[in-house]
C-alpha cells in the first residue's frame, strides 16, 4: 500500500476555501485514490475518488496532477459543520483487495 | 449507498470481562471488515470478515482476543475477549461497496471503556 503524508491540521473561516494536499510518492499505476470524511463520533464517510486531472462532485472537488504524486482536495466556501477529520487513502488496485490503510488524516477546524 | 448499525453504541465494562458488538447491514454483502479507533487516533483494520469462512486477521491481533463471526450475508459480530483498559476504543465495522474499489461504508461505531 502506498504511504501518505497530508498535514496533521489546518483553520478556516466559514465561507472560505480550503485546500488540503497529500503526498503519495509511491503511488502505483492501477491505484486510486479516495478520500474519506469522520465526524466526531461517527465513522468515516467516502467523499471523492479519483484516478487523474480532476474529479469533481456535490461535495468536494479532487486535483490529481499528471505525475500522480501528490493529490488536493478542494472543499469550497466550508461551513462550521465541514469541521472533521480528512483522510486520503491510495488504494492497493484491483477489486479483489479491500483492505484501506487510514494515515493520521488532516483535523480541518471551520470557525466563525 | 449501505446502511449499516451497531450494537451497543457504548458501553463501560470491567477488566477481565467480555463484550461482542453487534452489526448489522440493511443488505448483502460480501465483506465485512472490523477496525478500532483509539482516542484520538486513526483506524487501525482488525480483521476481514467473509461469510462462511474464517475471519482474516491483521498482523498484531489474533482471534482469541478479538473473535469473530460472521453467520449470514448481513450480519457480523466482534467479541473483545478478557478486556484491560488498552482495550478502550471505538470499535468500528465497515462493509465493501461492491464494485466500486477503495470505498467502503461505516457504522457509527462502538464506544468502549474498560475500567
Known amino acids: 500500500l502506498a504511504k501518505t503524508t497530508q498535514p496533521i491540521s489546518m483553520d478556516s473561516y466559514e465561507g472560505q476555501e480550503v485546500n488540503i494536499t497529500c503526498s503519495h510518492n509511491?503511488?502505483?499505476?492501477?491505484?486510486?485514490i479516495t478520500w474519506y470524511q469522520q465526524f466526531p463520533s461517527q465513522g468515516p464517510r467516502f467523499i471523492i475518488q479519483?484516478?487523474?486531472t480532476k474529479v469533481t462532485n456535490e461535495v468536494a472537488s479532487l486535483f490529481i496532477p499528471a505525475d500522480r504524486k501528490s493529490s488536493t482536495l478542494s472543499l469550497p466556501r466550508v461551513s462550521l459543520s465541514d469541521t472533521a477529520v480528512y483522510y486520503c487513502?491510495?488504494?492497493?488496485?484491483?477489486?479483489?483487495?479491500?483492505?484501506?490503510?487510514f494515515g493520521a488524516g488532516t483535523t480541518v477546524t471551520v470557525r466563525a | 449507498s449501505a446502511v449499516i448499525s451497531q450494537k451497543p453504541s457504548r458501553d463501560i465494562c470491567q477488566r477481565g470481562t467480555s463484550l461482542t458488538i453487534q452489526c448489522q447491514v440493511d443488505?448483502?454483502?460480501?465483506?465485512m471488515f472490523w477496525y478500532r479507533q483509539q482516542p484520538g487516533q486513526s483506524l487501525t483494520l482488525i480483521a476481514t470478515?467473509?461469510?462462511?469462512?474464517?475471519?482474516?486477521?491483521e498482523s498484531g491481533f489474533v482471534i482469541d482476543k478479538f473473535p469473530i463471526s460472521r453467520p449470514n450475508l448481513t450480519f457480523s459480530t466482534l467479541t473483545v475477549s478478557n478486556m484491560s483498559p488498552e482495550d478502550s476504543s471505538i470499535y468500528l465495522c465497515s462493509v465493501d461497496s461492491s464494485g466500486t474499489r477503495d470505498t467502503q461504508y461505516f457504522g457509527p461505531g462502538t464506544r468502549l471503556t474498560v475500567l
Open positions: 470478515a467473509n461469510q462462511g469462512s474464517e475471519a482474516t486477521y
Open positions: 479519483g484516478y487523474k
Open positions: 443488505s448483502q454483502v460480501t465483506m
Open positions: 487513502l491510495v488504494g492497493a488496485g484491483g477489486y479483489n483487495d479491500y483492505k484501506l490503510s
Open positions: 509511491n503511488i502505483a499505476t492501477n491505484d486510486y
